[in-house]
Each structure stands twice: as C-alpha cells, then as structure tokens.
C-alpha cells in the first residue's frame, strides 16, 4: 500500500485549502486514514482522521469548525478540507495509515504506512 498527498500551498490567513492523499494496494479490512501535520521544532500533531469505510471522524480541538476530511465513494482518496486558515496552521501535512483501537487514532506512531509531506504556508 502506497500513499500520494498533494495539495498544499501558499494562502492568505482566512483563506482554504484542500489536501488529498490517494492510495494504492489493496487492503483487506477497514483502515485508517489520519492527516498529521509538523511544524519546524515541533513534535508531529494529529489534526484530523478517518475510519474509511465505517465513517468515524476524529479532529483535533484546534482545528474543529474550520477542517472537513472526508473520502470518495470508491474510498481510494481521503481529502481534508481546510478553511478559515490561520497562521499557525502553517506545517507540513502528511497523511498516514493504519488500523489501530480508536482511541490511539491521533498517534502518529501507531500509522504504518506515510505519504511524502506537503507544505501549507499561512501568511499575509
């Protein structure tokens, strides 16, 4: 299994932004897709996650109200819907995979499979 993000730019402060981490392989039961973010001197965040095929939805406090991940019909492409976009959003996103007990949902180290980073740069 194989994960491509892309996306990521540069935006204004209230501006949106929408990121997409397609997979490749099979998978053989329902996963977990989360979408992280790092930014420089900082540990890597979970920022919002989904259960592909049951729907549960996680988002981190920071980032309720303003992102939306959601996936495709087909469930090859999970996409994060980032609006009212604020300077400290600023990061690079990566999306990674899993199948982990919920509440282990927004630990980075339990995701096995990553797609490369994408930049996002919040500024005026």
């Known amino acids: 299994v194989q994960l491509q993000a892309s996306g990521g730019g540069l935006v204004q402060p209230g501006g949106s932004l929408r990121l997409s981490c397609a997979r490749s392989g099979f998978v053989y039961d329902d996963y977990d897709i989360g979408w992280f973010r790092q930014a420089p001197g900082k540990l890597r965040e979970g920022v919002a996650c989904?259960?592909?095929?049951?729907?549960?939805?996680y988002y981190a406090n920071s980032v309720k109200g303003r992102f939306t991940i959601s996936r495709d019909s087909a469930e090859n492409t999970v996409s994060l819907q980032m609006d009212s976009l604020r300077p400290e959003d600023t990061a690079v996103y990566y999306c990674g995979l899993t199948r982990i007990v919920w509440s282990e949902i927004a630990n980075h180290k339990r995701y096995d499979v990553w797609g490369q980073g994408t930049q996002v740069t919040v500024s005026s």
């Open positions: 989904i259960r592909v095929r049951s729907g549960e939805l």
